[in-house]
């Protein structure tokens, strides 16, 4: 059931991205004569009166198709209702309609949480927890004393107060602190211990003690009093998400041989749905929000086959005065687009491989 329910978030926000260019060039008056679900054989289809609608059997995306395209159209090569004879805007805001729509539909989903189950929030109380240690036995807190479960009340003079700051307040001290003795105020099953750490330098420069903080407090829901509030949390968390996003974009890019084995495919991104669904259904709406906005900011990017390489075609154009060369479109396109399928099945076929039950079956 959690599978499905994670299968149906991806295909619906794949709908909603292939709607948005549907619905952009269709309010422009631009003829489209194919709004395809998957790829592959056709499942189910429906002819319009102009347009084809196809469900496929290779969910892994999804295209609106343009007679501009179709060498079997009877539409004149002169008509102006046709994407390639539309101006350089009109032909841009379709093009970046998927991406807009996928960002618009993740904001919304988030104002519904808002409204319905709310956003997780924490009630503070003083100080910072230690769930666990980094290192039994090596690390300075290990040589300390401080233990699991510890809460640290102050760090020598500053004390941790009930507030969202204190976990950072003591991250900052402890990494401006490196070998430098630091008393440790902690609260121990009602008990108040007094303790003497001295962080590690670590490759940065920057102190660390060897443990995992956590806030402390309890984990509670707060849904949104009225509309506004509704309005207004999702925003900020559109904005959270999205700053999230765009910055594990960077990390990823700027240094990819690190990080190359976080990128996920289909298969791992309904994985985790499925889990996240599994333990709270709920879930699901962030779950929905976070991929929507990962599918927007992929398709942005400058790459061939993408929304945005599609872009750059544009923009090249408009700045120029003139397309680049259809067969040097169409090989740029082609090439990428065999690239990004390869890598696709590549990604798909690692993450079935990593997948629990599929582990258990190689034993």
Known sequence: MSVLAAISVVLLLIVVHEFGHFAAARLQKIRVNRFSIGFGPVLLKYQGSETEYAIRAIPLGGYVGFPDDDPESDVPPDDPNLLRNRPVLDRAIVISAGVIANLIFAYFLLVGQAVTIGFQDINYRPGVLVPQLLSEAESAAAKAGVQPGDIILQIDDLKLGDSADALENLRTTIQRS???????????????????????????????????????????????????????????EFQRIVQLTIQGFWQLISNFQENAQQVAGPVAIVAVGAELARNDLSNLFQFGALISINLAVINILPLPALDGGQLAFLTVEGVTGKPLPTKLQDGIMQTGLILLLSLGVFIIVRDTVNLAFFQNLLQ
């Open 178 to 236: 490196p070998d430098k003795s630091l008393r440790l105020t902690l609260k121990r099953d009602e008990k108040i211990v007094n303790l003497d750490v001295i962080p590690e330098a670590g490759q940065d420069g920057k102190g660390k003690i060897g443990v995992m903080l956590a806030p402390n407090g309890d984990i509670v829901r707060r849904r949104a009093a009225n509309i506004l509030e509704a309005f207004t949390t999702g925003a900020n």
